[in-house]
């Protein structure tokens, strides 16, 4: 399958080793995969703030750059749900009908990675190997927005190696929510205290999600409580084998 990677503008410049890491493995399952150079933002920091038309204009460019993709993956369910889900409303919004039927149409192509790994290819077991205690936190947006589900649990228990650890109250936001933490940082930093308690309650060496957006905000959070836990991005752990490991 040709398989388009939507990197997402925070990764590409925060944390590259995911977007190679999410290729590694795609790869290594037998995937052609294809990067366009010239993509560059969903729009949904833009929206959130209130910015409808500055989003609109990302999402016009998101149109043109992966109109002709076969299927297009993102590692991160937060700018999946955005392009899937908020896009077209934002269109409407805006009386832009030409538009939300471009992104209408795209958007049955548009996946989350543990989703599209997991219902879109059907496989659970990626040959991953991450000896480590392990605990997970589902993003809101893949939870509730695209109801991922159990798809990241399913191919967290096929690593060889790996201790997956139940973290108490995991539906539970992390109190990043974007420029949410930005516009109410005591609140946010309230529900981070929360995360971070629990999942230092169970005992993991790292925590892992779809989001690197809300691993930053986790990753901060227990960082300062010089705990020793650290985040990492599920593509990083699907991606580890005993001969590279990415995390």
């Known amino acids: 399958m040709k398989i388009d990677l939507f990197v997402t503008c ?10 190679q890491a999410t290729v590694a493995l795609l790869e290594r ?13 969903c729009g949904q920091m833009h929206l959130n703030t209130g910015y409808r038309a500055d989003a609109l204009g990302l999402v016009r460019k998101f149109v043109r750059d992966f109109r002709d993709a076969e299927v ?16 077209p409303d934002a269109a409407h919004w805006e009386g ?29 077991d990626v040959g991953a190997a991450y000896p480590h205690r392990v605990t997970y936190h589902p993003t ?14 399913r191919l967290l228990r096929h690593v060889r190696g790996l201790t ?7 539906d539970e936001c992390c109190g990043f929510g974007g420029t949410f933490s930005v516009k109410n940082p005591d609140v946010s ?7 971070a308690r629990h999942i230092l309650e169970t005992g993991a060496e790292a925590c892992t999600a779809g989001d690197n957006s809300c691993l930053m905000h986790i990753g901060g959070g227990l960082h300062r409580l010089r705990s020793g836990a650290r985040t990492v991005h599920l593509a990083e752990i699907l991606a ?8």
């Open 10 to 19: 925070l990764n590409d410049a925060l944390f590259p080793k995911t977007g």
């Open 29 to 41: 399952l037998g995937h052609e995969v294809r990067f366009n150079a010239a993509q560059t933002c």
């Open 72 to 87: 297009i993956v993102l590692p991160s369910g937060s700018c999946a749900a955005m392009l899937r889900e908020l896009a």
């Open 96 to 124: 832009d009908e030409t538009l939300r039927s471009e992104v209408q149409a795209l958007s049955g192509r548009i996946f989350e990675l543990s989703e599209f790994l997991v219902r879109k290819l059907g496989v659970e």
């Open 140 to 153: 809101c947006h893949a939870m509730r927005s695209l109801r991922v589900g159990d798809a990241p649990l």
């Open 164 to 170: 997956l650890l139940e973290l108490p109250h995991a």
């Open 189 to 195: 930093t309230a529900m981070l205290a929360d995360k």
């Open 240 to 247: 580890s084998t005993p001969e590279r490991v990415w995390a």
